[in-house]
């Protein structure tokens, strides 16, 4: 049976994780915000569809950059998951 401390202890590391994955995500995603409401905001282009795009290539671009990074840190993840399940 699962303990509450251990319960709590893969509560806070799953949370954790996906805080990590998705930082770089979130991170190139608002900056490439603020870079191009910047850029808006001087040209005055308040089209929808400029600032979009722009953040959506961005954020692909990141995410196969850093593809093995997180494969590795979800790999690492899921495996003590099942060694911390295997020892109960």
Known sequence: MLEPSSAVDLIRETLLTAVVLAAPLLLVGMAAGLVIGLVQALTQIQD?????????????????????????????????????????
Not at 60 to 73: D, E, I, K, Q
């Open 48 to 88: 929808q569809t400029v600032s979009f795009v722009p953040k959506l290539l961005a954020m692909a671009a990141v995410l196969v950059a850093c593809m093995p990074w997180l494969m590795t840190r979800m790999i690492e993840f899921t495996r003590s998951v099942f060694e911390t399940a295997g020892g109960l």
